[in-house]
């Protein structure tokens, strides 16, 4: 490791200099190449209620959705260690780029899921609301995890993606709430990368894990911290870890144009939406008119005009389509 910023604990240097060891070329000079890892900081809340198990308490919620290879194997691999006991609560669909979203107005569904052997939990909203569903003690019967991990996140989270990124936003809220949190995402890249890279993912970020756990026991891991851990491409062949700051950059977010007839609901449904909208209407329009009538039969030298149910006449609005794409100008290539 190169360097170490100030205000990272000894303790947890010491770790991860422990890790770095245990993988071969040893502690030497790191590459660019390599994760990194940074730290951002929020007040402590309150802690809520413990848990029977003697073992520590690891939550697990991720962006991509419950069935992503990432949060599966990540999953599987913490409770085949068996010192964890491992609670998944993670979005049912794919909530990528959702930020720091909550679901206002709308009810949450909460339903159980079968995943590698955890006590888990699919929920109908976005990662922010599966974390803080998940520490009011309101779907478990705890409330203090000792651990928050978001991920592995298919697709990059660095720079300014950082407030895009649903993976991100999950340890975000748990280190909002005063828990310790790690963020995990994998670089992505189209037409390269492979499923199985996950699995090394898996293996490269395994360590850092229990690096932190053993930190937190200790009572060495920052108190207000959150480490948000990016893992390369082809994660077996990285080259070690190296702590950085967060970078400044960002991808450029371009908005294209899309026709009405490319655009779905102006094809496939439109005849039928069109008849069922003009039904509609004529039967507006039809309570109108004979609202008008019995007003004209008990007042004279009224005139009325049939405009339907909203009183307003009908205007043209004018419709665009629009399609959001991502120009990557750096190596990395999702949110």
């Known amino acids: 490791m190169t360097s170490v910023k100030k205000g990272l604990p000894p303790g947890l240097v010491s770790n991860l200099q422990e890790v770095l060891s245990s993988r071969k070329g040893g502690v030497g000079e790191q590459s660019n190449d390599g994760p990194s890892t940074s730290s951002t900081s929020a007040e402590n809340a309150a802690a809520g209620e413990g848990n029977d198990d003697t073992r520590p308490i690891v939550l697990v919620t991720n962006g991509d959705g419950i069935d992503s290879p990432g949060l599966l194997l990540l999953v599987e691999a913490l409770v085949r260690e068996g010192s964890y006991n491992v609670h998944v609560c993670a979005p049912q669909l794919d909530k990528s780029a959702s930020g720091h979203s909550v679901t206002l107005g709308e009810t949450i569904a909460a339903t ?128 070690g870890f190296k702590l950085t700051k967060q970078s400044m950059w960002r991808s450029t977010l371009n908005w294209n144009a899309i026709s009405a007839n490319r655009h779905p609901g102006a094809g496939y449904m439109s005849n039928q939406q069109s008849l069922g909208l003009q039904l509609a209407q004529l039967s507006r329009d039809a309570s109108a008119a004979g609202a008008a009538r019995r007003v004209t039969k008990q007042k004279t030298n009224v005139e009325i005009e049939s405009v339907g149910a909203s009183g307003k006449t009908e205007v043209n609005k004018l419709k665009k389509y629009f399609r959001l794409e991502v120009n990557h100008s750096y190596p990395l290539s999702q949110l």
């Open 112 to 239: 159980s899921a079968q995943v590698s052997g955890a006590t888990a939990y699919e929920i109908s909203g976005t990662p922010v609301d599966c974390v803080s569903l998940a520490l009011s003690g309101a779907l478990f019967s705890w409330s203090k995890p000792v651990l928050v991990i978001s991920g592995i996140n298919k697709g990059s989270s660095c720079g300014h993606h950082l407030f895009y990124s649903g993976v991100v936003a999950g340890a975000r809220e748990a280190l909002i709430s005063g828990f310790p949190s790690l963020s995990i995402s994998l670089n992505w890249k189209k037409d390269e990368s492979q499923e199985s890279d996950f699995k090394d993912a898996v293996a490269v970020c395994l360590p850092l894990i229990n690096a932190a756990l053993r930190d937190i026991e200790k009572g060495d891991f920052p108190k207000r911290c959150s480490l948000n851990i990016q893992i390369p491409t082809s994660p077996s062949t990285n080259k």
